[in-house]
């Protein structure tokens, strides 16, 4: 058998594999059951499945999902659920099943979530993306991917579906936490660095896992911030700003991209052969495989409706360039008869279990099949992990006022209320896509103030209100504790924990349902939580109202995953800190920032904008935007690119290294950058281009490049960046890359209403 010689090539290997395999087996490849369903935990340790030994014996199966997934969609809770070292022990049962009892022993896949660690007991739990996108610290994040893949990789997974490349056009959108942001450039930044991260130099070592890119496409650009909604997107915007992630991922070197749920100009992205097919392989020259999101083939029946029958759905998908559904049952329902009835032939089939056994190969798992036990006790929430969840945090936390330097606090103030109900509940401030947690394993607000102010100042606490119930009963207890304080830390704001569980959870895909009906679960964002409005739920602001009544200084730290719009909390707060969800080291970071411990650094990648009304408000707008509101104005409230700092930076007027250049050269734009303040600090500097005059209509302004710098009080340091054709070019009318002759305005700054320009002209060809 020559597919088990490591001496032949991988295609070699392949080719000799599919020669032997049954038309079963094929479609065995192409399927993806849920993980947790193909064991049971016993008196006796795990046992496997029937479900699992039953899809064995009819052919077997590719791939399985989250076998170590923990939520209450799976669950699997801290008392059921296996520890780091049982997790690696229950994969490597059940790929010794695969391996060792299967006809062909062809290994199994293995994919996990690890939108912000890997969403299994034991795991490190990252900020969510939107936070670590706030560092603009690519360098960093790349660690944190480094750190996920290690800790994946340990106990056997061997493919994450993350990262999230969707552009939010609307934050109302539930999934926002997700995202890195607005940007296609900054998006382009992060993913790059995610797949360098998580894939590493090669997907053969042991701490490597395949990137999956998602959502395959337009997913963040649906009507009104609606999950899975129509996104009315043109061809030229799609390639331009919501396909330009996936195309420098896919050159970054990604090996597995999953399909959205929504459809663009009519046309869904589970069956799209011009997007799935020509764009992606034919014209980037992409090798992996595409999967599909959970459930989203029967859509193409059930929902979209644009094919008769599950068994058309599934062919639908497979002929577009779907290689892999991830729990579903269209493929393994459907393809053998499809076969049959020669809707598909078997150069369809053969097709795709090419792409994903090709894969197998390269990670080593003919080779190397099983996790390290040992190895997985030791990596998994390791202190250096730790360390590097701080870090990211520190670098995230976005400070948005500071009236009269009310920050840093002093640490000997006394007394000091923290009140709210985000300051001590670790769920709410962990994000979607999170495990069971336990509880010493997490820092809250209060926890991290505690152990800050030991033995100088002292501490009281009262949540006053939860995140969504309308009771006020907390409020007399807050408002006693706040009347004897000197100063209030409230920490407000969202919650995308389904870990409270009262809420009703989609059994097909994990999201929450929505309905009518008052519940206790603070849940109001994350995937299936699409919002209306933007405003603090519950009665969160009237609670900050009494308190502000009080007279004491008001700190107000969201914990959130989406822009809140609370125009009387912008004018009556002392200070506003955005830490979005922190993960588990979030209350130690936003307490370093509140003391002064640590400057903070992070700036906002989506604007917020200062009534939701005037959504869609993302910084690159058109310049032919339209007029006014009669109730507001169209700048946001906090623009792309701002944050404050406990320093201040000068920028002195930057400098073309030439103001003339042609199509395929480059000039290098220098910015001299000073800390004017009495503190080190980082600041962010953002490099723009404004084509001044094109031949369709452009954005007024572009993010093309961004450094973050360390600074000592009244230390300078020249920042520079490289224009060519990268930064000048756009899609044209008819979907290519140009770079147009004429004007360029060229800016930097410390964010998108903050800049000092200068103009670059680029020449015609002679």
């Known amino acids: 058998m020559n597919y088990k010689d490591a001496t032949f090539t991988t295609e070699q290997r392949v080719n000799d594999l599919i020669g032997r395999m049954t038309l079963e087996e094929k479609i065995g490849q192409l399927i993806q059951p849920f993980g947790w369903q193909a064991y049971e935990r016993t008196d006796d340790g795990v046992q496997l499945s029937e479900s699992f030994r ?88 790349r660690q944190v991917c480094r750190a996920i893949a290690a800790e994946t990789r340990a106990q056997g997974g061997t493919a994450t579906y993350s990262p999230v490349l969707d552009v939010v056009r609307d934050p109302r959108w539930g999934r926002t936490e997700e995202t890195f942001g607005e940007d296609p450039y900054l998006i382009s930044e992060m993913v790059v660095a995610a797949v360098e991260g998580l894939q590493g130099e090669s997907i053969a070592a042991e701490d490597a896992i395949i990137a999956t890119l998602k959502h395959f496409a337009g997913y963040g650009g649906s009507e009104g911030g609606r999950n899975a909604a129509p996104a009315r997107i043109g061809a030229r915007e799609l390639l331009e700003k919501d396909l330009l992630p996936f195309e420098k991922a896919v050159q970054a070197g990604a090996l597995s991209i ?28 992409f090798d992996g495989f595409v999967i599909t999101d959970c459930g989203a083939i029967n859509m193409l029946c059930g929902g979209h409706q644009v094919v008769d029958s599950e068994e058309d759905a599934a062919c639908a998908a497979l002929l577009a360039g779907v290689d892999m559904e991830m729990s579903g049952d269209s493929f393994g329902k459907h393809l053998l008869q499809a076969v ?42 390791q202190e250096s992990h730790i360390k590097l969840a701080k870090q990211i945090t520190q670098e995230s936390l976005i400070l948005l006022k500071n009236r009269d330097e009310v920050l840093p606090l002093s640490k000997v103030l006394g007394k000091i209320a923290v009140i709210g109900p985000n300051a001590n509940n670790i769920y709410n401030q962990l994000g979607d896509y999170t495990s069971p947690q336990q509880r010493g394993s997490i820092a809250t607000v209060l926890d991290g103030i505690k152990s800050k102010c030991i033995g100088q100042s002292e501490i009281m606490y009262a949540p006053g209100c939860r995140v969504k119930d309308p009771s006020t009963e907390g409020f007399d ?65 009237e609670l900050l109202k009494e308190l502000h009544k009080t007279g004491k200084r008001l700190i107000v730290v969201y914990i959130n995953g989406r822009p809140i719009v609370e125009p009387w909390i912008d004018e009556h707060a002392d200070a506003i800190v955005e830490a979005w969800y922190p993960g588990q080291e979030g209350g130690n970071a936003i307490a370093d920032v509140l003391f002064g411990d640590c400057n903070p650094s992070g700036r906002l990648t989506i604007s917020i904008p200062k009534h939701a009304g005037q959504l869609p408000i993302y910084y690159n707008t058109k310049r032919t935007r339209g007029k006014r509101y009669v109730e507001t104005d169209l700048q946001p ?130």
Not at 485 to 496: N, T
Request: include cysteine.
């Open 54 to 141: 039953s899809y064995m014996e009819r052919g077997g199966v590719g791939s399985l999902y989250g076998v170590l997934r923990a939520d209450p969609w799976t669950g699997v809770t801290l008392e059921s659920g296996l520890s780091p070292r049982e997790g690696a022990e229950a994969i490597n049962r059940i790929q010794q099943y695969a391996v060792e009892q299967t006809r062909l022993g062809i290994p199994i896949l293995f994919g996990e979530e690890c939108s912000h660690g890997h969403m299994a007991i034991g795991g490190t739990v990252f900020p969510v993306p939107l936070a670590m996108g706030s560092s603009w610290n690519t360098p960093l994040f």
């Open 258 to 285: 999953m399909t959205a749920y929504n459809e663009i100009d009519g046309v869904p992205c589970t069956s799209n052969h011009e997007l799935l097919t020509r764009t992606l392989r034919e014209q980037w020259g």
């Open 340 to 381: 049959q009835n020669n809707k598909v032939t078997m150069n369809d089939i053969d097709l795709a279990v090419h792409r994903i056994l090709r894969l197998k190969f390269e990670l080593g798992l003919f080779e190397r099949p099983y996790a390290d036990p040992d190895r997985a006790a030791t990596i998994i929430g």
């Open 477 to 541: 207890s807050a408002i006693q504790i706040a009347q004897a304080a000197d100063v209030i830390v409230a920490v407000v704001g969202g919650s995308s924990a389904r870990d409270f569980g009262e809420g009703t959870i989609d059994l097909k895909t994990g999201a929450a349902i929505i309905t009518d009906q008052s519940v206790l679960s603070d849940m109001d964002c994350g995937e299936g939580f699409d919002r209306a409005e933007l405003g603090l739920s519950g009665v969160q602001l």
């Open 637 to 766: 409230r906090y623009p792309f690119g701002y944050g404050l700092s406990y320093t201040t930076f000068r920028y002195d007027g930057i400098v073309l290294s030439q103001s003339e250049i042609r199509p395929d050269e480059s000039c290098v734009v220098s910015v001299n950058v000073t800390n004017t303040g009495d503190r080190a600090g980082q600041e962010v500097v953002q490099l723009y281009v404004t084509d001044v005059v094109s031949s369709v209509t452009r954005p007024a302004l572009e993010l093309k490049g961004f450094q973050k710098i360390q600074l000592e009080p009244g230390e300078s340091a020249t920042v520079q960046f490289t224009i060519a054709k990268e930064q000048l070019q756009y899609v044209s009318k008819d979907c290519r890359r140009i770079v147009e002759p004429g004007l360029f305005r060229i800016q930097v700054g410390g964010h998108a209403e903050s800049l000092t320009c200068a103009d670059l002209r680029v020449l015609l060809f002679e």
